[in-house]
């Protein structure tokens, strides 16, 4: 099976998610020994506000797909893997399981790249654009009150 599916539902309250293109479903499902296996990839477009230095940035995210389906036995069997999902009739509505892989497989802190320097928490700068030399040394608070003791004027 491959469709594209137009989601809203997975991106609602992002602020990090400016655009998105619809998701790229590829699945294929095999089934053996009672068991529906569907598996595959989901892959999408993202436009996203880099965490570090607040630029815009696009990218391409290939999510793996793989559930488990079986018809609901009359009686419970305690055995019975928790990963496999218990289906009454014949057909099942992949939608929830796509949007629900798409949730979890978002990014949680979308970067530009993974050596992005972010903004300069003094003066503001894109420090992955051009080094602004501002100071930059921490100093405990605590022992702030030693930093001038060494310095004779």
């Known amino acids: 099976m491959t469709e594209e599916l137009n989601l809203t539902d997975p991106f609602e309250g992002r602020q990090d998610i400016i655009g998105h293109g619809p998701v790229h479903v590829d699945l294929q499902a095999v089934y053996e020994d009672g068991e529906a296996k569907v598996n595959g990839t989901l892959t999408l477009d993202l436009e996203l506000i880099c965490s570090r230095c607040l630029s815009h940035t696009n990218q391409t995210i290939e999510l793996p797909f793989e559930e488990v389906f079986m018809q609901k036995p ?12 218990l289906v009454v009739g014949d057909k099942v509505d992949l939608e929830p399981y796509v949007v629900e892989n798409v949730v979890v497989g978002l990014p949680y802190i ?23 030399g501002c100071k930059q040394e921490k100093i405990d608070p605590r022992l702030a009150g030693l930093a001038d003791f060494f310095n004779k004027e």
């Open 110 to 132: 979308p970067l530009c790249d993974e050596a992005c320097k972010g903004l300069c928490p003094v003066c503001g700068e894109n420090r992955n654009q051009r080094d602004c």
């Open 74 to 85: 009359e009686e419970e069997d305690p055995d019975l893997d928790e990963d496999i999902h």
